[in-house]
């Protein structure tokens, strides 16, 4: 027998006691992976949708947080809307080789919310690359007719000649984009004056992106456009900083909720190791009679907690990921997302961070068990004596 | 000079601190290395105090303890543990298996700790099962055994480390006489190996076999105790 599985066996003996134990350490785990995944995911989401624009500059209406600018681009919200002619002087001036007006709004499709976007045909198409697998695109800027993403067509079954209805009016699906890797496959795109009518927005946009000639007079277009409104303009990087500023202090908000239950499950370990040393103080009393020295003892409850981390980190993990898989695309809002398994939103297996959490889930179980098993060590040979 | 494996110098056991109980009163005594000897007197006189104090699990009041001419007394826990591993077996009264361990298992515990290989602790614990007639039961837990084949078990795990003493509290106090029979004939043939062994009992038939014979009063040694040839 090793001392391993003797400690097996002695883990193993009151099962509720060893399931509850178990649970505790594994909802703290679970929380802290799934809290720190999330975060990771809601990180290179950000990330991905800010690349997905391929903007240098990006101007829309004062929008005072980094927040509401990612709702903004994401279509989760409308700003201030930005007056359509400000498209046109942003694209007069010197230097700035395009300006791309967006209108991006949340609606749905059999009831699963999709981004609908409204744009200028002919300079997206540039713009953005994009090809037509089937149909044909967008003829003149006042077609009442839609362009889908690929993904959206196959989440939906949506063919060329199928209509969607916005706000009661039927649009036929004119044209299916090639697939981009990028969020235009899970939207849908309407010609951006159709778009303003039908949701009566006058001559509004969310906001628009600005490509300039030579990036490294960026600074000096950005006033430039300041100069032509009150206008919120930043480059993309600055935009994707300060919202990554941001969820750095979430990832530390996070962090202390997972902490909490950490520490909870910390003292569930060190008082079932307490219980556990005093049922079997006697026993530990025949350990010591037949010459089992002090530190022996003591290992073998620091065995015994370190056990329960690494099973709890184990339990933890797989629960943790889990439910970050599950509820990532919950938290951002985006069922369709979800529904489509999009790689991009799938929270990926870390083994970085699978290690981190049962290094730290062993180190915190053994720790929580270094003043039980000190106890257990103090113990005489006379327990075994005393407690017939 | 002669080989005494126990040596006891003025032992005084006091327990308690406010109400106190003076369990040994200026116990002298020697032990030679193989002999046989019994520890007999009244209940609650000290016996199981006295055999203690021998086998280190608790220290003495004042007075000193020698095993192979080692003072035990004065020895740090650690030491002390190595002492009780490889020097002394103990036996129990109540047995003091561990519940939820296999005989062999049981027997294997006092090996684990000594650093022997787990190979040669599972076929020594098979060895010893064999030698109290328990090979079957081998893979039996506690609650599956009687009390003959339980106390065997610790009889085995006793010698588990092959110590020199083998220090046994009313071994048989809780067997019935056939059971009780059983035991003493495998202690006997323990002592024939060449083992010190030291019993506490009330049991005639065991002080009959007795070499040597002690006899505690209200925590002192009677003189003179009787020593058989
Ligand atoms: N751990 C202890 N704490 C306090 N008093 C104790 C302790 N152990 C023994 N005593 C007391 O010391 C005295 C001697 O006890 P001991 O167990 O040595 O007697 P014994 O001769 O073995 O008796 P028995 O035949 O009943 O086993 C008794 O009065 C007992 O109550
Ligand atoms: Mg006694």
């Known amino acids: ?388 | 000079m002669s080989d005494w494996i126990i040596r006891t110098e003025n032992l005084e056991k006091t327990y308690g601190t406010k109400v106190k109980t003076h369990a040994l009163k200026d116990v002298s005594l020697k032990i030679p290395r193989g002999s046989f000897s019994c520890i007999i007197g009244p209940s609650g006189h000290g016996k199981s105090t006295l055999l203690q104090l021998i086998g280190g699990l608790d220290k003495p009041t004042s007075g000193r303890v020698f095993i192979d001419n080692i003072d035990i007394s004065s020895l740090n826990d650690n030491k002390l543990s190595e002492i009780r591993c490889e020097k002394i077996g103990f036996v129990f009264q109540s047995f003091n298996l561990l519940e939820n361990l296999t005989a062999s298992e049981n027997i294997q515990t006092a090996m684990m700790f000594a650093g022997t290989s787990q190979k040669s602790a599972n076929s020594r614990a098979l060895e010893l099962l064999d030698m109290v007639d328990l090979s079957d039961k081998s893979n039996s837990k506690p609650s599956e055994l009687l009390g003959g084949q339980l106390q065997r078990v610790a009889i085995a795990r006793s010698l588990a480390n092959d110590p020199d003493i083998l220090l046994m509290d009313e071994p048989t106090g809780n067997l019935d006489s056939q059971s009780e029979k059983d035991a003493l004939e495998h202690i006997f043939n323990i002592h024939k190996t060449g083992k010190t062994i030291v019993v506490v009992t009330h049991s005639s038939d065991i002080a009959k076999q007795a070499e040597l014979l002690f006899e505690i009063r209200d925590g002192r040694l009677m003189q003179p105790f009787r020593a058989t040839p």
Not at chain 1, 34 to 61: F, H, K, T, W
Not at chain 1, 116 to 134: C, D, F, Q, Y
Not at chain 1, 210 to 222: G, H, K, L
């Open chain 1, 1 to 388: 027998m090793s001392i391993f599985k003797f400690v097996f066996r002695n883990i193993l003996r009151r099962k509720g006691r060893f399931i509850f134990t178990l649970l505790g350490i594994t909802i703290g785990m679970a929380s802290f992976v799934a809290l720190l995944s999330m975060s990771d995911n809601l990180r290179s989401e950000v990330s991905q949708q800010a690349d997905d624009l391929g903007a240098d500059i990006i101007v829309m209406g004062r929008v005072d947080c980094p927040f509401i600018h990612r709702a903004v681009l994401a279509g989760e919200q409308l700003p201030e809307s930005v007056p359509r002619e400000i498209v046109g002087q942003i694209a007069a001036i010197n230097g700035i080789t395009a300006a791309i007006p967006y209108l991006t709004l949340g609606t749905s499709i059999q009831q699963t919310p999709v981004t609908l976007v409204g744009i200028l045909p002919n300079e997206m198409k540039a713009h953005r690359g994009w090809s037509v697998t089937s149909g044909a695109f967008f003829e003149d800027e006042g077609e009442n007719s839609v362009a889908i993403g690929s993904a959206t067509a196959t989440r939906f079954n949506l063919e060329i000649g199928n209509t969607l209805t916005f706000r009661g009016q039927d649009f036929p699906i004119t044209a299916i984009l090639r697939e981009t890797g990028s969020n235009d496959d899970i939207s849908v795109f309407m010609p951006l004056y159709v778009a303003q009518e039908t949701f009566g927005l006058d001559d509004y946009v969310s906001f628009i992106v600005v490509t300039v000639d030579n990036v490294a007079n960026t600074e000096r277009y950005i006033s430039a456009i300041m100069d032509i409104a009150n206008l919120s303009v930043s480059t993309n990087e600055e935009l994707l900083s300060s919202v990554l500023l941001i969820l750095g202090s979430l990832d530390v908000t996070l962090q202390l909720i997972a902490g909490v239950a950490l520490i909870a499950a910390a003292f569930g370990i060190i008082n079932t190791m307490m219980t556990a040393i005093y049922e079997r103080r006697r026993e530990i009393g025949i350990l010591r009679a037949t010459g089992c020295k002090r530190g022996a003892i003591f290992k073998i409850f620091i065995l015994e907690s370190g056990l329960y981390g690494l099973l709890g980190g184990l339990s933890g993990f797989a629960v943790g990921f889990v439910v970050s898989r599950l509820a990532a695309p919950l938290i951002e809002q985006n069922e369709f997302v979800a529904a489509l398994g999009n790689p991009d939103t799938a929270v990926a297996f870390s083994a970085p961070l699978f290690f981190t959490v049962i290094a730290l889930s062993v180190l915190i179980s053994a720790v929580s068990g270094l003043y039980p098993a000190w106890k257990a060590s103090k113990l005489t040979p006379m327990e075994a004596i005393r407690n017939v």
